[in-house]
Every structure is written in structure tokens, then in C-alpha cells.
């Protein structure tokens, strides 16, 4: 009998493939079903964002940042406009930062359920898409109601926001509010004790709270593996600590601990939403009354001269920002966030970097996958949430 | 704790090094240090007890051009022990843009470091994997400097056919048969 002859495959996991949220491209070597390497090749969804910021005046990079991170649009306006309003020295509102806030925890809520949803369908469970799909569309509607558009609203401006709140805001928010957690209970039912899902993602993908930490995962990755660090409760921005929250955490570090630690803080957004709703009066103050950054409102142009003026000069030339640099983290849906801004003093960002919590965790992608099945892959990736768009932004 | 804390006590364990703290507005404490001694630093930083820094958020650049030294690269960490944060910096000449790796320090560096040498052509001595992260294998030049166009045209590389010669596809498909009947 001839020597049986053995040899490793080396396969092509995308970059069209429809599991990998995009564009990601995973050349993986096979010994039969295992993995015994893994190597991800980014950048097909690299826009040069960075680069076109540089030559746009200040508020016209917010609808860029806005596109980064295609799922939390309003995580990434905010987090680059708190960085400039750090710059520029100013002082929100109470009203505006509760605003700010009640549309962020949306925002999670939001780009927690289309994780949900793709997660729950790529390991075969194709219903909890539809239905997650389904409460998205109540947030989109949100959106659509404040700003006219649907995924990048482009609402929070720097110095506050574009306008006051639309008639009929706080009935929407609050109907959302009162279905979601019936509907939580929905997708629990079908995914939390559901053997088939067990199976697919308990003790896949795990990593442990040192490493989570040394790959810079910290966000639901680092929660799950039991790293208690949120920056909302470590570095409170826009008054998260008049807020009454809990950060939920897991430990196993596997791909179904963070399962249980997104649910848990899409109930813990639900929360701080009902306290910021009942704190938002229907209308007020909606930016701050500087008018050098902020442009005054419509009436006041039609008939005054000077607000004729300004409005003019706001939206021809924009406004100028101290020369220095701020970085100012906020906890977006994925993990720590933010925007290192630099100012020359002019009225164009120097250079605008955005902290990119998914180019890291494909970076440890490698590191989840190795010496698992391929099977496993979809689930893991699927379970470290990266959207493609903020990995090459 | 405030940067001249920081640099105290920083002083203290690595004394060749020099330490610039430079005033913020936002709430890391920014101080420059020798590149040189980077890696030295970078060490303390992330194990002595009362530093902590066990997290590295973000490594990046910007460029300063025309003004010389150019570059400053920019590295933001977070001590989750002592809950406070940092903002490191060092200056790099635009004629000797390169320093050291922290990398074996925080892996997290690995692929943001990539980043930076990608879009600015910073060379980082000792990198694991010294390739380009986000632009294309063949692209020539870094986009993210100052002097570099914003738009240019280049024709697309994308279609090239195989290069295989006639002779050489022969083999390959006898060599193929070959290992087949060995089976």
C-alpha cells in the first residue's frame, strides 16, 4: 500500500463572503476542519476619510464621521463633536446632553439588534433577524423623525444640535421604550437556552480578561471576559454619572457570554433612556448661544441684519477652533471610542483620527479562530461585531 | 494623576530618558519623550505599580509639515488599575522618521502601527510584520502626509493575466497527474 500522502489546505474566506460583515478577507489554512492559521487581510472599504476631513471645514466632517462606523452614526457625530467642543472650551446645555445621550443609548440599542440579527442568522437562526430587523425599523423611524434621514442623521452638530426636537418625539421614543423589552424577552426565548445556539457558541472563541486587555478589546469583548471597565461609569462624559446604569460583565469569554452581555445592555440603554426622556422637556434649549459656532435660528435671519451676518459667515467660512489637539472617549456600541482632533487654529481640522474599536478586534480576530473549526469562524466573527467600515474607515 | 506626577515618577525609574510635559485641554496628560528611550518607558509605564497602563487605546501620527521635526506620533493609554489616562508623544524628523516598536510591549500596537507606517511612512524598527495595513501592496507614497495630493489618478493593476508560460503550464498539470497516481 502506497504512503498516504497528508497536506494543509489553504483556503480564501471572502472577501465577498456574506458572513464577514463586508469585506473582510480571511486567507485560513485548513488540516481537514481545524485551523491551524488564520491571516485577515483588510482595507477594500478604505475611503480615505482621514484625509478627505482634512480638506472640509469643521461641521462638514461630522457627516463623514457619520460613515465610519455605518451602524452607530450618532455614537460617532457625538464622540467627534464632544472632541471639538473640548477644543473650542464650550459648555452644553443640561438639555443638550441629555438630548445627546437619549440618542446614543438608541444608537446602541440600534446597532446592537442588526448585531443580534445577523449574528442569530449566520449560526441558523434566521427568524430573530426578521424580528430585530423589525424593532430597527421603529429607531430608524426615529431618526427619520429628527433629522430626515434614517442611518446618518448628522443631528448632533458641534455647539448642540441641528434643531429642536420634532413635535410627536417623546410619544415615539416612549412607545419604542415600552415594546423593546417585550421583544427582548422575544429573541431571548429564541436564542438564550436554545440547544442548537448553545452548542454553536459556548467555549468558541474565547479569550481571557488579560488578553482582552493587551489587544485592546475593551468594550462588550472585554466585558464578557470579565473586565469591568465602561467609560461612561470610568470617565463620565455629557453627565452619565447622574445616571442610574448598571455595567453588565460575563466571564467565560466566549462568544455566548458576549451574547448575554450585549442583551443586558441593550435593557441597561432601555434604562438610561426612560431617565433621559422624563429629564428632556419637549422644547428648550437645543445648542449653545455662541454666535460664532452655532448659526441663529431662521426668524432672526429673516429679520435681522446682524443674524443675516452671521448666518452668512457660519455656513461660507464655518467657525475656527483654538490650535491644540482632544481626544475625549466615549463608549460607543463596540467598545471604547473617540476622535483625536488636531486644530491649527483655522477653520479645517488639522488631522482627525478616529479610535476604531473593530480594527482591533479583527486584529485579535487571528488570535479567536486559530486552532478551532472552520465552522466556528462565522460564529466568532460574528460575535466580535466588527463592521467593516470602521475597520478601514 | 497630573503629568508632572507622571514625569516624576517616571524620571525616576528611567533617568537617561527626557520628558516634555506640554499642557491639554482634555483630560490626558501630555508629555513628550526621547525616542530612544521609548521602548524603556513604554515598559514602566505598563508594569510599574503605580502606573499600571495595561491598556494602549490608539497609536497614530500627524504631520506637521513644512515645520521640522514633522512628525509626532501619538500614543493614548489607560491605566484601568488607578482609572487614569495618558497621552504620550514623541517627535520624529522627517529625513529619519523611524523609532522603536512597543509592540512586544502591547500587542494591540501591532496592527496600529502598520497603520501608521502605511499612511505616513513612519518605519517602526522591529515590527512584527512591517507591511501595508490598509492601502493596496503596490501603492507608492503615503497619503496621510501633508505633501501627499489629495486626489491623483493611476491606472488600476487589477488585471494582469497569470503569468504562466506554455511550458511551464505543461508541467504543472503532469506534475499534478503524477501525484495523483501516487495515491
Redesign the interface.
Known sequence: M?E??TETMTVNMGPQHPSTHGVLRLVLELDGEQILSASPT??YL?T?I???AE?KKWQQVIPLVERMDYLSAQSNSTAFCL?VE??L?VELPERVKNIRILLAELQRINSHLVWLGTHGMEVGAVSVMLYCFRERELLLNINEMIAGFRLFPSYVRVGGLREDLPRGFHDAVRAFLERMPGKLDEYEDLLTKNEIYLKRTQGVGVISNDDA????L?GPIARAAG?D?DVRK??PYLGYETYDFAVPTQTAGDAYSRYKVRVAEMRESMKICRQALDRITPRGEYAIADPKITPPPKDRVYTEMEALIQHFLIYSQGFTVPV??????IEGPRG?Q?F?V?SDGTNRP??V?S?APS??A??ALERLIVGGLIADVIAVIGSIDVVMGDV?? | MDAAALVASLQQAVPDATFEPVP?????P?VFVSRDHLVAVARVLRDAPDLQF?????V?A???WPREPRYEV?Y?L?S?AH?H?L?MKVRLHGSDAHLATVSGI???A???ER?VWD?FGIVFDGHPDPR?????EDWEGF??RKDSP?QIRRPPHTTEPLQVTAEEFRTNVERDRL?RE??
Open positions: 502506497p498516504l500522502r483588510i482595507g478604505h480615505g482621514e484625509k478627505t480638506q472632541s473640548r477644543l472650551g486587555i493587551a489587544w485592546g475593551l473586565v471597565y470610568v470617565f491644540g489637539e482632544a481626544y475625549v472617549p471604547e473617540g483625536y488636531v488639522w488631522r483620527k479610535r480594527l482591533l479583527c486584529q478601514d474607515r | 491639554t485641554v482634555d483630560l490626558h501630555t495595561a491598556f494602549l487605546a490608539e497614530t500627524a504631520d506637521y501619538v493614548v489607560v484601568l482609572k489616562r497621552r502591547w500587542p494591540a501591532n496592527w496600529l497603520e499612511l501595508r495595513l490598509l492601502m493596496p497619503p496621510l489629495v501525484s501516487q495515491l
